[in-house]
């Protein structure tokens, strides 16, 4: 009888290690939309036989949400360095093998053990950059140097914005004076009126992709990410990029591992693939952010290191988010809000 019994047992030990086989040659991301090139995930895959699939979304939040609901499986994720801080914080992130990881080494030092993880255990940088202003000057003669000026009446319905609460919330809180991530009732109630004027100047929110409204001609100012600010400066050098004279936010995307994936040997994998400088620069070629990658510059042409957009020269200090906890919601409905009134 022991043979029969046995037999049983070895076919369901078939069946999961052809399972587990099969995991390892796919990877489900979720990233942000127009941001890791066609031909990186390509090379990736030919290089390494493992599939990748790539989810997107739109803002931290999104992904936030869709994190937290559970549901979904990821093997990796993109997250903004405060969702990433939430994530920590809540135990749903899978520390780091290193030793799967020896391109580490190539990204800048200060670039590491940034406040969203200190002890540099559970993230790794992918791109940088700020959010700032673009100017079209064949049609903006007037010097825009911050906020206010973007969002003068004078430019009704010639904007387009970041579909993203926090961004718009934090422009107001520059223009009275208050930190970045001081987020509370009475904080968003001063932003509250200031916001509300902005928002009937604004055309278009968009952050997939607010540098097309620009290309196209249908605004002549924008809100957006410096790397959108960058592309439209290698289109145009009529498209300027301003940092507002009244505070800088700048953001570090990270890449991570989230509790419950499967395939975490893929993951670590496309990490490490990602941290090659010959990759890493054909990120920065078609996604123009601050690579914080200190090997991948060294392969960057002169033109591309001084896009005023990429590589912004500024003695002033950039702020970056941190983890709001339940505020968060708080700007989320003030957001929701404003937009149904706009």
Do not use: C
Not at 264 to 278: C, E, I, K, M, T
């Amino acid at each position: 009888m022991k043979p029969i019994r046995l037999l049983p047992l070895l076919a369901i030990a078939a069946v999961f290690a052809t399972a587990a086989r099969a995991a390892d040659k796919e990877l489900n991301l979720y990233a942000w939309s127009e941001y890791i090139p066609q031909t990186v995930l390509d090379g990736f895959t030919k290089e390494t036989g493992i599939k990748v699939n790539y989810e997107t979304f739109s803002s931290g939040e999104e992904m936030l949400a869709k994190l937290l609901a559970g549901g979904t499986r990821y093997d990796l994720i993109q997250p903004p360095d405060y969702v990433a801080e939430a994530l920590i914080k809540n135990k749903l992130l899978v520390p780091l093998d290193y030793k799967k990881l020896p391109n580490f080494k190539n990204l800048l030092p200060e670039f590491t053990k940034m406040p969203h993880d200190p002890a540099q255990k559970f993230t790794v940088p992918y791109m940088a950059g700020t959010v700032g202003i673009v100017v079209n000057t064949e049609k903006i003669k007037e010097p825009v140097a911050g906020y206010k000026d973007l969002f003068s009446a004078r430019y009704k319905d010639r904007i387009v914005v970041l579909d993203d609460g926090r961004e718009l919330v934090v422009g107001a809180f520059y223009t009275q004076g208050i930190g970045l991530n001081d987020i509370t009732p009475a904080t968003l109630e001063k932003a509250r009126p200031i916001l509300t004027a902005w928002f009937k100047n604004i055309k278009l929110f968009d952050s997939d992709s607010p540098k097309t409204a620009l290309l196209n001609g249908d605004v002549d100012l924008g809100l957006v990410w410096s790397g959108e600010a960058a592309i439209l400066w290698n289109e145009n050098k009529k498209f300027h990029y301003v940092l507002p004279s009244e505070g800088v936010h700048m953001f570090v995307d990270v890449l991570a591992i989230p509790k419950g994936s499967r395939n975490q040997s893929a993951a670590h994998a496309f990490l490490d693939y990602l941290l090659r400088p010959d990759v890493s620069a054909l990120i920065s070629e078609e996604f123009p952010y601050t690579n914080p990658n200190g090997e991948a510059r060294k392969l960057l042409t002169p033109e591309q290191l001084a896009n005023p957009a990429s590589y912004p020269k500024t003695d002033r200090k950039l702020d970056t988010f941190r983890h709001l906890g339940t505020s968060g919601a708080l700007i989320d409905e003030l957001f929701t809000d404003l937009k149904n009134t706009k």
